[in-house]
């Protein structure tokens, strides 16, 4: 690996060979026109132009962690954000060991992984060179110089925004990354594990396809596969949530599973998923399948008080009438639901703390409607026209299709922004001499009254499920992070789901510590738990007979009940 590089003295850039970054402000306009730009032309061009493709033709084994009798990983998703959420998680990765509470009063040991999964979007807002090495390498190098630890990486949607071309130079040629050592050649893999067990982590390249190259790859790879044989799958997002509104959701993982895996006699008792920042555990009623969503390694959080407490995937669909469906249970969370409802409230002093330009852009946007509307009947329909539109587009529903719902609480929030400009121009009209100063001061005013009201619709829309990533987008919550310890032995895989209540905030360089010892450390000790007690993976999940009918009302009242006795 080469000589290790010198120990930082401080924590200045020079000293770091990197900046740390602050979190991504995901609604100031600059982010969401880049992002929105960069999202747009990855869709299109990706279809013609498939990297996967490209670097699909490069040799690529199985790769081989079978020999121990004992395999731990370590699995992150979601990761390069702002420094103190993601070094948080990064350093505790890299410790030798960690000694993390159980719930019970004790303590479970738990060493360091020999091999690291990075589950998708491993930089944000978007796959760059520059923010790779600020965001997502130069973290992960202070935390572990030099440990030696096998990295491998599927993108998500934010790698992709480039077309590819950032990760397939960063994961794919075979670099390192402080202790962490690349060897795969290609956008996705297939480990060999310990006692017949895999891992295969996929990329459907923005949830469209599997191209042919990975298909045949890991054909090859099952064939090696004996009947009875266990597979971790890893894939980027966590379809099965989306088969309410879009039953096709999650066929592509249901053909995968079959077509590539049952053929052989092979299992998939766990399934691994980033891209929604939290921790969600789904268990299979009267089976032993579990859906873990896990994206914690430093992006905003994620709410999941919105999550359903049961789900059906695959679902049966025109295209699929005869699909094997399968019933999940929730589990567990992380955050708590009632943790994740109080977050919600914060919008109204984090949306405009945080992200000052979507203050200064509704100002603009109100002033404007404002003027509009008091020059006559005319301009008064044209804005109400073009905020009702404004309101219907900003009301996506990040996965699957539009429904009416999205239609209905977009045209309502466009019609209340309308009425506050309404209401600004009958202010303004209460002027005695209305010149250039009275707009000046104007402005400030409607930004606020604009942005708020774009807090009160998120919360509301959320409860409902539309525009549930922008609701916590806007807050840049770094706390509540975690990532998954897996080991894997005689017995089966075990996961242990580790969480992180508060990240770091205050560091300091060990300019005196060992070449392997972490570059940064905490000035306060950072406190990991566990977020529920270690499982093995193919365990049977909850019993149809036990479980009890779900009441839509009900429920909503014992979460808001539990919500109000933890304030």
Request: hydrophobic share 40%; with cysteine.
């Amino acid at each position: 690996m080469g000589s290790m590089p010198r120990r930082p003295k401080d924590l200045t850039p020079t000293e770091l060979r990197f900046v740390p970054q602050k979190p991504v402000r995901w609604l100031s306009p600059r982010t969401l026109l880049d992002t929105s730009m960069r999202f747009g032309l990855a869709r299109v061009f990706g279809g013609y132009v498939d990297k996967r493709e490209i670097i699909g033709n490069r040799a690529q084994p199985v790769y081989d962690h079978s020999g121990a009798e004992e395999l731990w990983i370590d699995y992150v998703a979601d990761i390069g954000d702002g420094f103190n959420a993601t070094y948080s998680i990064a350093y505790l990765m890299a410790q030798d060991e960690l000694e993390v509470p159980d719930g019970d009063g004790g303590a479970v040991r738990l060493p360091r992984g020999s091999v690291l999964v990075m589950g998708g979007d491993e930089v944000y807002p978007a796959g760059d060179w520059l923010e790779y090495e600020q965001r997502m390498k130069g973290p992960y190098e202070a935390a572990n110089p030099g440990n030696p630890v096998a990295l491998y990486a599927i993108p998500g949607n934010h790698d992709w925004f480039d077309g590819l071309t950032a990760f397939a130079r960063q994961f794919t040629e075979g670099r390192t990354i402080g202790g962490y050592r690349t060897f795969q050649k290609r956008s996705y893999f297939a480990l060999n594990l310990p006692h017949r067990w895999w891992l295969f982590a996929l990329d459907a390249q923005f949830d469209t396809h599997l191209d042919q190259n990975q298909i045949e790859y890991f054909q090859r790879a099952a064939q090696q596969m004996r009947p009875g044989d266990q597979v971790i799958l890893c894939v980027a997002q966590p379809t099965w949530l989306w088969t309410e509104d879009d039953p096709r959701s999650f066929d592509r993982i249901d053909h995968f599973i079959r077509d590539v895996i049952a053929t052989r006699g092979g299992r998939v008792p766990l399934i691994l998923t980033g891209d929604r920042h939290h921790y969600a555990h789904y268990s299979e009623v009267d089976g032993v399948r579990h859906l873990i969503g896990a994206g914690g390694g430093g992006a905003y959080l994620s709410p999941t008080h919105t999550l359903p407490e049961s789900i059906t995937a695959p679902k049966r669909s025109v295209p699929e009438p005869d699909a094997p469906e399968r019933e999940y249970r929730l589990t567990q969370t992380y955050p708590s639901k009632a943790k994740s409802l109080s977050y919600a409230f914060g919008i109204f002093a984090r949306l405009p703390w945080l992200n000052k330009g979507f203050v200064a852009l509704m100002a603009v946007i109100g002033l404007i409607s404002t003027v509009s509307i008091m020059e006559g009947t005319g301009t008064f329909v044209a804005v109400t026209a073009v905020l009702l539109g404004a309101g219907v587009a900003f009301a996506h529903p990040g996965q699957g299709r539009r429904v009416t719902r999205h239609y209905v609480l977009g045209g309502i929030h466009g019609l209340a922004q309308v009425a506050l400009a309404w209401a600004g121009s009958l202010l303004i009209r209460q002027a005695d001499d209305v010149s250039w100063l009275t707009y000046l001061l104007y402005l400030p005013i409607i930004g606020l009254a604009g942005t708020w009201l774009v807090g009160l619709y998120l919360v509301v829309a959320n409860r409902l499920g539309v525009n549930a990533n922008e609701l916590f987008a806007g807050m840049s919550v770094i706390d509540q992070k975690c990532f998954l310890r897996i080991r894997v032995d005689r017995d089966g895989a075990t996961v242990y789901a580790i969480g992180l209540d508060r990240a770091g905030r205050n560091w300091a360089a060990d300019p005196e510590g060992s070449e392997t010892d972490s570059w940064i450390k905490p000035v306060e000790p950072l406190k990991p738990r566990l977020i529920e007690p270690g499982f093995p993976a193919a365990h049977p999940g909850p019993s149809s007979a036990e479980l009890p009918r779900q009441n839509p009302v009900r429920r909503l009242m014992t979460q808001a009940s539990t919500w109000l006795a933890g304030r």
